[in-house]
């Protein structure tokens, strides 16, 4: 009996030959490193070297998450993934009324420069890749990153690393947008541009389907959707007046790795597969760079379990290793206690040894592509490619990511498959271990780490003080000036930039954006 795939597509009990009619793995499949890069984007893969193990994290003060990086890079990370709280995420000082209660929370409090500059004191930023999962206020941390490394005498021109940047995911799954979406394709633009004239060596976006899948999006919603809002930036970036090639090779994509791997290692390698086509066909790319999709991969937050957590570490490596067999270019490991709190030193440390076990301890790194030619993934990857391409169809009949958005069909399609997700674990059919089967009587304690709530009223004091000591007058010319680049069509990096080194704060720049362009209510909302 063939049971069915995260995506609904069936799984057969045996694959051969016969499953795979019409299939021409020279020309389907290719090299590792060459089009359409269904074995991954770079010829040699993990054989030269592993992928960036990029541990996520940022919780309370500055100098809180500061001394976790440190700790991190002592324990062997290559690159380290800032979490910023929720206030920072949606433009609010920690003074703000708004920000009462989820000051350092569920990431780092950033209200200006003098947060950042001691988020990474004492951390080279010429030596560290930094990822920072930022979205509605990208461009504003992004500036206060580069700000810092100049005051570290670090030229922009040697920074590496990401800014998530992705706003279109925001208004599907996740909910921390600020602007409506036409000003939020605006500014998205803006950053490619600036990034291409000022930091050459950043990834100006990463394309999320992470949180469309902690939403409930199966595999195949997730990389649709994705690749739709990834066609999304492409067209207003062209429409922009820029040439793909110019930008495309900065793009990159952020995916969830869940425990069903043959369908994980599938899903990856099918979205390398129409990206590398899109690219290709539909916006005449020519430079091979442009057609690669380079993604970073974390593990499943919401398959973690508060019940049992040592048996998440379970989870976590049999996710890593489906994200690794996938061909990820970077990696971030869930800790066990994440559906508790925040991770301990001890958690975060485990999970990072879980990646290191799997680079230097396993055989999955000798070899390129090693599930190559396998009958049951190579009609997988088919299976969920077909899926994916039917989904990006329907997205493109109602206009595209952005009014295929204002319509609400993405949020829809994943809300059923996670209503079907919910029923299914509901009813036993979809098993879960130590929640709806092989449960203990008696949970043990676990004493998790806890957040200062002392952090809010410290963080006020920082900006009362911030704002007495700083020339008001420059901040509020700095501001105008914004306003005037927001309602004109010059990039706004680059006063915004100039605000921020007046040391405007992070909600005061983001107001200034407010008042010109509006906040986005959600359809739904009426």
């Given amino acids: 009996m063939a049971r069915e795939s995260e995506s609904g597509l069936p799984i057969e009990p045996v694959y051969g030959p016969g499953d795979l009619t019409g299939w021409d793995p020279a020309g389907k499949l290719g090299e590792p490193g060459e089009y359409p890069y269904t074995r991954g984007v770079y010829p040699t893969m993990y ?27 002592a324990h062997g990370t290559t690159g380290l993934s800032v979490a910023f709280d929720l206030p920072t995420q949606m433009g609010h000082d920690s003074d703000a009324p708004l920000a009462h209660g989820e000051v350092g929370k569920v990431g780092v409090a950033v209200d200006s420069i003098e947060d950042m500059r001691v988020l990474f004191d004492g951390i080279p930023l010429d030596q560290v890749s930094t990822s920072m999962t930022i979205n509605a206020p990208a461009a504003v941390l992004l500036l206060l990153y580069q700000l810092v490394a100049e005051e570290q005498g670090v030229p922009a021109d040697r920074l590496t690393g990401t800014v998530q940047n992705d706003v279109l995911k925001e208004y599907i799954a996740r909910g921390t947008y600020i602007f409506p979406p036409k000003p939020s394709l605006r500014l998205t633009a803006d950053i490619f541009k600036y990034c291409g004239a000022e930091i050459p060596r950043w990834n100006t976006i990463s394309i999320s389907g992470y949180h469309m899948a902690e939403a409930g999006a199966s595999p195949a919603q997730e990389i649709a959707f994705t690749l739709a809002d990834g066609i999304e930036y492409v067209r207003t970036a062209v429409a922009a007046g820029m040439d793909v090639d110019d930008f495309a090779p900065r793009l990159s994509f952020f995916f969830v790795a869940r425990t069903t791997l043959l369908e994980e290692v599938a899903k990856f390698r099918a979205a390398r597969r129409i990206w590398a086509r899109v690219m290709r066909e539909d916006f005449g790319a020519r430079n091979p760079r442009s057609l690669m999709l380079r993604f970073h991969t974390q593990t499943a937050g919401v398959e973690l379990t508060a019940q049992q957590p040592e048996v998440n570490l379970v989870r976590v490596a049999v996710q890593a290793l489906g994200a690794v067999l996938g061909g990820t270019q970077s990696l971030h490991t869930n800790s066990f206690d994440e559906a508790i709190a925040l991770p301990t030193d001890k958690s975060a440390r485990l999970a990072l040894r879980t990646q290191q076990v799997l680079a230097h301890e396993t055989d999955v790194t000798a070899t390129v592509d090693p599930f190559a030619g396998s009958y049951a ?65 008696e949970e043990e304690p676990y004493e998790p780490l806890r957040v200062d709530p002392a ?59 407010r008042s010109v362009w509006g906040s986005h209510v959600p359809a739904d909302a009426f």
């Fill in 47 to 73: 054989t030269g070297r592993p992928w960036t193990m990029r541990q996520y994290a940022g919780f309370g003060t500055a100098a809180e998450s500061n001394a976790r990086y440190r700790r991190l890079i």
């Fill in 377 to 441: 993934v190579e009609r997988l990857t088919d299976d969920v490619e077909a899926a994916a391409l039917d989904l990006m169809r329907r997205v493109e009949d109602l206009g595209g990511a952005e009014a295929a958005i204002e319509q609400g069909f993405q949020k829809a399609e994943i809300e059923r498959n996670a209503y079907r997700i919910a029923q299914e674990t509901e009813s036993g059919e979809r098993v879960v271990v130590g929640v709806n089967r092989f449960r203990l009587d």
């Fill in 455 to 513: 952090i809010e009223a410290r963080q006020a004091e920082r900006l009362a003080r911030l704002r007495a000591e700083r020339d008001g007058g420059a901040v509020d010319a700095a501001l105008t000036a914004l306003k005037e680049a927001a309602r004109g069509e010059d990039n706004v990096l680059y006063p915004m930039r100039e605000a921020l080194r007046a040391r405007a704060t992070v909600g005061e720049v983001c107001g200034a954006l």
